[in-house]
């Protein structure tokens, strides 16, 4: 269900009590784009070495698993080789942007709509991952739909080595200069969902998927 136009309802309502236009002007755009370019940063701590190499060690350490190839071809292979070694299905449901991958060459049945509770695996791209967390960020859209990474108890994430950023306000940043405004959903996931409630006991697939398997594509 799409939801975009009664959440602009509803801030058109809030604006409207605050005695403002239903959008913001431009110059309130402006005021906002000046308040962070005279506000700097806080401390960071040093990332050192190569930023995909990072990402890669800080996924692992994350419970994601990992697997490097070269280009954008060898992507459905690599999908393949992973569901068929942990004894998956070969049926998954994927994001609309990655439907030009040649999924049938490689053995899979992949439907491009959104995840339904009998889809055990979701194929999902990314807008871009973070080195220092081992994180992928996911920007929901039409295309690219937040539940893809959320319901299947398996998900898959494409991620281009050319998209991976230092940190959280790399990302950030990223949004706002290839975006402007941020979309209804921004995830960031760091390996599969769990949680430790019970007896501290680390129990994975809680809120989200028991996998997550990152496919990092060092040609794109």
Known sequence: MDTTAARRSILARIRAAQGREATPAAHERQAV?????????????PLEGDLVARFVGEARKMSSSVDE???LADVPAAAQRYLAGHGLPMQAVAWQTLDAFDWAGAGLAVQFRKPEDRDLVGLTGCFCATAETGTLVLLSSR?????????????????????????????FALMRAERGELPRA?????????????????VLGAHGPYRVHVIVVHGA
Do not use: C, K, M
Request: zero cysteines.
């Open 33 to 45: 784009a000046d308040y962070l370019a005279l506000h700097p940063e806080g401390p960071r701590p």
């Open 69 to 71: 190839v070269q280009q």
């Open 143 to 171: 295309e690219t739909w937040a539940s893809g990474a959320l319901l299947p108890e398996t998900h898959i994430a494409v991620v281009p080595a050319s998209r991976i950023v230092a940190g959280h306000e790399d990302a």
């Open 186 to 202: 921004v995830n960031f996931v760091s390996g599969p969902s769990r949680t430790g409630d019970i007896e501290q006991t680390i």
